[in-house]
């Protein structure tokens, strides 16, 4: 074998043992901090922007951004504990036409398919919301910091849906001319290690 050849198969080689290295790298177990952590829902009615926020959606995230393979992120949203300010609306919103969440109590949301993205990650999962599954992509920064001798991590980003999909909107409300389909949905939330 030449010197080149011999040099190109090092390097294949190499290569081949860091990207191993990276797939074997150990998966953090983490929760949220549901004091430190933020889900938001923004929507247009009657042409005007309205805000809204749920206080609880427990977060379980398996991940480490050099191995992306073995990740899992599972999110339940508690949807009666939404809050946009108006208790009117909240009734409304809460009520069988829109999220009926009597019936459907909780959101939910599974990801084991992770990509790196220029500006940072994206979960690929199922998304389920009243009795309806689809496909969502989630895009979102990752930061990790020490703090108080602990190891937390940030995730953040934001993404939209369309609530027809969901079939939020029943009756008089399927329609778009005052309450808009598409839902901005944000969050920061901040991870400690799972105990």
């Known amino acids: 074998m030449s010197t080149g050849g011999i040099l190109a198969a090092a390097a294949l080689a190499a290569a081949l043992a860091a990207a191993a290295a990276r797939a074997d790298a150990p998966l953090e177990h983490y929760v949220s901090d549901p004091a430190k952590s933020a889900l938001e829902f923004t929507f247009i009615q009657a042409g005007a922007q309205n805000k809204g926020r749920f206080t609880r959606f427990p977060v379980k995230l398996d991940f480490s951004p050099d191995n992306l393979g073995g990740g899992r992120l599972e ?48 979960a690929l999962g199922k998304l389920t919301i009243r009795d309806a599954t689809r496909d969502a992509r989630v895009p979102f920064t990752w930061r990790t910091a020490s703090e ?12 939209t849906i369309k609530r027809l999909d969901y079939g939020i909107g029943q009756g008089d409300w399927k329609a778009t001319d005052q309450v808009g389909n598409d839902v901005v949905v944000s969050f920061n939330v901040r991870l400690t290690p799972a105990r």
Request: glycine fraction near 12%; charge should be negative; avoid cysteine.
């Open 75 to 122: 999110v339940t949203v508690e949807m009666g504990s939404l809050d946009t300010g108006d208790q009117e609306r909240d009734e409304t919103l809460r009520g069988t036409d829109l999220f009926a969440t009597g019936k459907f109590p909780q959101a939910h949301f599974l990801a084991t398919q992770f990509t790196k993205t220029a500006a940072g990650f994206e």
């Open 148 to 159: 108080a001798g602990a190891n937390v991590a940030y995730m953040s980003g934001k993404t």
